[in-house]
T-cell receptor, first 112, second 117 residues
């Protein structure tokens, strides 16, 4: 079973700061997911990546498969980025249509 | 943009009662999932469903839980005799999962908040 660790658990930053959230996992996987959960509870998929780097707007996700580590970066952070950011990996075999194993999430607050 | 829908948004029930949570996955998706999140805790996988049968289930998904795709659009989670500890947000998700890919994005519904009294 894959174990997922995220850091930090809580992060408060000022608007405009560069944000980094880290995720490590214990078992090799085919791809890793980054998700965002808003205060209302809804979960939105941000990235799914299996190698290298992906960028979407001000969000950048990187993964190092050998080191079993991924990072999510937010450039020019804004108060609307305030949310819980969650890392998740395939739980059983590491691939395919496995149910996801979630990290505990990083609670991000961006202050104006 | 197509989305996963869930009903009801909030369900309150008495301990020992049966509840059915409903989900309508995205129409061309093949894999369906249920997850739950107890207040203040991380999201946990319950079960996945493909081709009209359970593909995978977690240790949480015991005999009091069942899933069904009763028609071409709905995907349901039944809890047979609810317990206080079943109080949680329940999320449905779906994915296309084309086997030529190693993994696929899962799209989540807005959740059903279940409160067991």
């Amino acid at each position: 079973k894959n174990e997922v660790e995220q850091s930090p658990q809580n992060l408060t930053a000022q608007e405009g700061e560069f944000i980094t959230i880290n995720c490590s996992y214990s078992v090799g996987i085919s791809a890793l997911h980054w998700l965002q959960q808003h205060p209302g509870g809804g979960i939105v998929s941000l990235f799914m990546l299996s190698s290298g780097k992906k960028k979407h707007g001000r969000l950048i996700a990187t993964i190092n498969i050998q080191e079993k580590h991924s990072s999510l970066h937010i450039t020019a952070s804004h108060p609307r980025d305030s949310a819980v950011y969650i890392c998740a990996v395939p739980g059983r075999t590491g691939g395919g249509a496995d149910g996801l194993t979630f990290g505990k999430g990083t609670h991000l607050i961006i202050q104006p | 943009e197509p989305e996963v829908t869930q009903t009801p948004s909030h369900q309150v029930t008495q301990m020992g009662q049966e509840v059915i949570l409903r989900c309508v996955p995205i129409s061309n998706h093949l894999y369906f999932y249920w997850y739950r999140q107890i207040l203040g805790q991380k999201v946990e996988f319950l079960v996945s469903f493909y081709n009209n049968e359970i593909s995978e289930k977690s240790e949480i998904f015991d005999d009091q839980f069942s899933v069904e795709r009763p028609d071409g659009s709905n995907f349901t989670l039944k809890i047979r005799s609810t317990k206080l500890e079943d109080s949680a947000m329940y999320f449905c998700a779906s994915s296309v999962f084309l086997r030529v890919q190693a993994q696929d994005t899962q799209y989540f519904g807005p959740g059903t908040r279940l409160t067991v009294l």
